[in-house]
């Protein structure tokens, strides 16, 4: 079986109730979730040994977030405790023309007072296969960028494959400091997963002639995109999750994979009924890493992402809940929702 | 008033609320339902005198599916009571590609263990109009297609008028034994319900170029379906729903009534934020069932099937929550949805 | 900061959870609401100071509409307690060809039972900007038409700017009455905010040609009817909401404003996903009042209005939780629904 | 099988979830229940034929209140439909020193608004072996009090055993109204069910010091007042229940019965943790009927009432949902509470 | 009308629901709640005029809590908005042996950030009779504990009567700490509010021969500590609430008063089925500052505030929802619970 | 860190919410338990490795089943997947005089069809410390209980000590079945759990002069029962549960352990507002196995597990959700349930 490990924040999420706004909330649905813990999700779902490393504190609320991952079975053996607070983000659920809408409250969380002592990579990766971060990690704080590389380094020394998703968040950190900090763990990742404005906000590479808000996708742009990430960085893989928003409620989705030779695009889907985009990008990812691991090639591994990471568009939390089969039954070309008796 | 008697099985539907998958639910919505019991609740609500015909364990928890029923007026006392346990279907809520799923947890429930001389079929078709069953009763077990057979032949012996829904299971028999079965019980049956693959499932006639995954309709080969249908077994009518599933969150629906000589179709129409699609055919065939009673001719009969069964799939549970007034609103041409205040 | 009154009736509104009707339903969502009370709410979520005038009864039912007020920072002070009960209205949430259904319990309401001297419109109206009420209040009883007529002299005499919704309740009262009463406290109106059939209903004017049940529309016999309503009543604007019922989940929102000279159409929004489309009209007239009192000009405050109301759709409850930004963001051209964060 | 009628009022409940009081709860939990529609469903639960005769409208809230009971198998062809709604009560729940609260919203109820002309006691009374009304009933309108009348002429004219639950209710009359009208309903009583307060209250009948507020019964006084109802109503049967309340969460239960020549007392019970005592008396009265209709003779009766309603106070909601072997049980000695598996 | 400030923090309570420990749970019921809220609430719903003064964030969290304020009435206007986030504390109810449970997650809230230069206390005193705060508010942060000075100085200077719960917190501060702080507030307050176990905590003040886990109290201990307070800080008033805890569900409670001459003590309340027991203490010091107030006398007050306080622990959440009436009825006497109609 | 295998059934437990009774509810709360499934999940709760040992569908409910056990850190490797469907019960919560009340539907459950050869013992046994069952396993079936005695015969074999709560169960076998299997069984058991029936039940071994009904304890009898079963079996330990019932909602509960030579009595505990009793044994029989796998000695063994299970009481679920650290301040005295910070 193939073993992956993935590094980061996991989150209390807090999400008022079916359509409630914030202030009309008096019950939260807790539940967690965080980029590279729906990686790991991701895969444990899909039979491999997946296990997430991150810090939580020893109180009630880090066991929770625990036993989220242990109930999937994530293993949760590397998972360091301490620190102070599990981060927190609360979630509230768009619709049509109305956003949905985060709140960010983890400043100050165990992950982010973590050491690179706390973490001993050469015992993570016993018999790991791939390792997986996400640009978010890096940005929590200047120790966790070292943690990270740390990650990367002995990732590099053992010949683990390694991913990374950009996944720029403007609320932890400056484009400037982004760019900087995320050119030197580079050239340590085989595979960048990125979103249509990512390598801009990151890289300040760019896609000419997109504009995302507008719902239009300029596909050779972002071939244009990969090729400019492959030379700069020399990686083996670049995905770019293809997402056209027309309304909180209908997107339209799919991916593009560059294999540094050629650009392959998946089926698109149009979703539109969502029921919880959050986590799609890191399902995405998943699928990715799955179809790599499995030897689908690029083009059945990205079918395989684009219609795990569909799919998730239809689950409730930021997990995506999806089998093997499930997301081969859809790559394989069944969207019609007839009911499985 | 008229007076309709349905036998089969009700089964305790377990379904995680809202879109949660079976491994994210804590709770479960707690109905009742089955093929017959839904045909007999839609008659009820339509003002008709309705009898639900079945076995049910003394317990608590079939004293609660007798409870759903007289809830709504449907007469309960030819309920048997006795045997082990009340049958049960698990019901996930699929959206957009993600499909609907059904684990069924029926084997050994009270219906499936009960004899032909547990039911009195004189005493029980005392001024009753009609007769309806569907294809699962006689699936549950040998004793049960033997009380179906009963059933039609005391009915037959009294003029009553039957129907069948054909609904072929395939956790429950093969198509052989199927076909086997059923075609025993067909010639004294009036008007046969089948959905697009019944018949070919059960008794392999097949409307030729038509493929269902694919969402497109072949009506000529319905009427051809039908006609050979009527050929085999002499029905005084056949009926077929049609539905085009683009997404489990969107169906096109309607169907096609054959009388022998004429082929008759409804409106169609588009559902594209599915409520609950379960019990969608049987909401039709208590509709036409309706219609065929209260005169309405062949197209009359039919709109009103289409109608009611076009509003079932905006009400949540296996029962077709509406009123005559409601389906005929819909049928006379207002699919506005505008409030009713 | 700008300062308006509203007058009317707040209810309590009782509404099965999700999609279930009402025969199924063993809980009721218990929030308040009502055409003027909703006015209140948007512009005190406008960040306007807002007060909203009625009677309620002194029991907790009539402390926990205050109540529901106040927590938005409506100013409650001028609310008079006493009477005997809130009025109610249960509302059950239609989904596609289902409509939603409203059950109307108000008869024998505190504010049904108020007289004329309950209100000081004097005190009431100290530094007061605008008035605005609704064609429901009058309807309520002949003592509540004279507490409209009452404050519309006093805010005459003050220079305080109003506006009605004409808002036609069948209920309430006949179309022969609505038009009397109406017309004898129009005079005293500077905004008439109307739906597509308000116009039609209560002063017998029509927009010729168009039939609303079958969604189409004709702006031009708007433009008509409000310059016939102009001609009338000597408005000074004349703002019709319009509407395109495709079903209950769906529908076309938009508006146009007319100013005496020129008449000015917002854009228009589909919403396909509609969460709740109560109080749609109130978010509209409450938009435009606020785009009116910040000096946007006709063709902003158009914009404002129907962004604001596009935005209503897609929220919970009678009152609509949405901010400037929100609405400014919106009218500005982002509908991508993208996530916020 | 036993025959009962009831007549009375049955209300929509209202009922904040929990403990959560008025002004906290955005939800109600909605029910049904009224003295004389309990005591129907009661009787229904024992196995018993009962019928319930009330008015109620035609609408949604209507028929959901006729639902509510055909699920218990209670009759309901009796019932009229028309009229402007049904009744409302809520009721938020108490606990030790907080007192449970109930703010009625009843005026106007179809009930309320009933003909005599409306029922037809010879057609009603077809079979039946016993009517049970309560003093709310013909407190309700001076016709309600008519309806009562002709009731108990028709029962008398047919040998129809009689019961009344003199049940005062100061919202809806004073005590000598209570009087006037009461004395005149009760020759044609049977059995007079009364608490610790209504002979005082009602009849102005004292049982001297007692002082219900301080908990402490005085037995013989209520042997006394017995005694005094007796002599001046001739009454077959007077049975008074008496409560301990030691507070909101934690009652001292019993009843006596007065046969005119010998008192009964039950058991009594300790319950420390209500669940729900709402409804107590009314299932205090159902199962003294039921043990009087069974013949199992004054102390047999009396300790089956009293079984009957202790468990009342477990179970949520008006109606007693308790079987003749799970009162059996408690009468028989088995307070331990232990798991029947 | 009398007007009082209380200066503290406010925090979001995440509480899971029912008796679900903190892994059991995937939904949080989110209320507001904090000392000095909580006294603010109290009093408003005592019909007085109370303000709250705090610092929160501009988001929507931040605005939640403003609303959850003003729907109490509570004037919101001086809450200072900005800094970073809304303190949590997780809670977990407890029942029998097993305690509730609260994780603090604090740290970083806006109010710890705040400077002395936030508030203007002569604009905020305009008119003000009673300041309120307790000793958690200094705990805060070096900054609050200024905070809190300006504003005991400003009331000084202006006459305003003054309370402080001591509250020790001892995950905020030490003992040591404490004692500094507080000593140098302490000079400044009329009213000192404590538990058993604050004065010594606070301040090393002990009463012989206690101990608070047996839940055997001294009275004669109690006084003595009071008479010492009063000797090192000039109180004018000291009162100490008791409180005997036999289980989590079960606790006797009461109060003593002193006044520097002679010690006043409440009736005592057996609360059997303690619903929440958070905010006891705070429900305590408000009905005493009502009573003072309102000139009931010492022990007047003091039965005030421990009816107040007994009644709060049978409501949900932080604050009592009581009002003056109910308080009233339990102080004068009848704790019996029965059904209020 | 210590190794304990058990082996047994888990079932989905359905249970109404709050004290709603079967034919009331809508909604059933799923968890999942079973005697020895919550033994596993008690120890892991204190920190050990336990696994747990059955058979499970491969559908999503028996997933779901694997998932909860995960959760808490149960390993699961060992559980096979296979055979038709998972064991349900359904529990309803009683209260005072209504006592819970459980349904069981569990035949025909993969575990109830499992064959010896399913298991590989050997291997299932590396490195364990502690094999426990109960008596509901061999009752499930025959070839159920040959699993039991190869489990049992390779621990001897191996030198892991065992364990076996009697837990006789009349829906699943007669006194005489259990008599003639479990004598077979016990031989190969060092640890013997019983409650007061047990060992009358199961071997005829009777406690002189015990009426567990009345809620008497007769002390010495259940010593003389212990010395009986020691001189049967030769078990190394006996305990035996003392619970008194009074009701349902209030039971004294502690143990007995007889080594033998001594017989040892824990402290009694009153659990007046019960939560949760399911399981209350099984809780007690895993923190014996905790006392004793962690040398506590015969009365620190028993007072933990005594401590432990009335802990189990106030906890919702069959698996005890508390920490060795929760247990000892209980078992240490501190039984005063004040408020955790």
Redesign the interface.
């Given at each position: 079986m193939k073993k992956i490990v993935t590094l980061g924040e996991i989150m209390l999420r807090?999400a008022p109730?079916?359509?409630?706004?914030?202030?009309?909330?008096?019950?939260?649905?807790?539940?967690y979730g965080g980029g590279e813990a729906n990686v790991a999700v991701s895969l444990a779902n899909f039979g491999m040994d997946a296990a997430f490393v991150t810090k939580l504190p020893t109180?009630?609320?880090g066991?929770?977030a625990v036993?989220?991952l242990?109930?999937?079975?994530v293993d949760t053996r590397h998972i360091v405790r301490g620190g102070?607070?599990?981060g927190?983000y609360?979630l509230?659920k768009?619709?049509?023309?109305?956003?949905?809408?985060?709140?960010?409250?983890r400043?100050?969380s165990s992950i982010s007072t973590a050491k690179p002592a706390d973490f001993d990579w050469d015992h993570i990766f016993e018999g790991v296969d791939w390792f997986h971060f996400t640009g978010i990690t890096p940005a929590i704080s200047p120790d966790a960028a070292e943690v990270c590389l740390a990650a990367l380094q002995a990732a590099r020394a053992k010949g683990i494959a390694t991913s990374c998703d950009l996944n720029y968040?403007?609320?932890l950190w400056s484009k400037a400091q982004a760019g900087e900090t995320m050119a030197k763990l580079m050239p340590y990742v085989d595979l960048c997963i990125a979103n249509e404005e990512d390598a801009a906000d990151v890289f300040n590479i760019h896609a000419a002639e997109t504009d995302?808000?507008?719902?239009e996708l300029n596909l050779d742009g972002y071939v244009d995109v990969a090729r400019q990430l492959k030379e700069r960085f020399g990686f083996k893989y670049i995905t770019i999750t293809l997402r056209e928003?027309?309304?909180?409620?209908?997107n339209d989705w799919g991916g593009m994979l560059y294999d540094g030779t050629q650009a392959y695009f998946s089926k698109r889907?149009a979703?539109?009924?969502?029921?919880?985009?959050?986590g799609g990008g890191d399902s995405f990812g998943a699928g990715l890493i799955y179809g790599l691991l499995s030897d689908l090639g690029p083009q059945g591994a990205l079918e395989f992402a684009a219609?795990a990471s569909?799919?998730k568009?239809?689950?409730?939390?930021d997990f995506n809940?999806?089998s093997v089969a499930?997301v081969q039954a859809?790559a394989g070309?069944?969207?019609?929702?007839?009911?499985?008796?």
């Open positions: 807090l109730l079916g359509y409630s706004r914030f202030t009309q909330a008096d019950t939260f649905g807790a539940t109180n009630d609320i066991q929770a036993n989220s242990r109930k999937f079975g102070a607070r599990v927190i609360f509230e768009g619709a049509n023309q109305r956003p949905s809408k985060v709140v960010y409250d400043a100050g968040r403007k609320n995302v808000t507008a719902g928003s027309f309304s909180a409620s209908h889907y979703i539109k009924n969502i029921v919880d985009r959050v219609a569909c799919l568009h239809s689950v409730e939390g809940m999806v499930e859809l070309g069944d969207a019609s929702g007839r009911v499985q008796r």
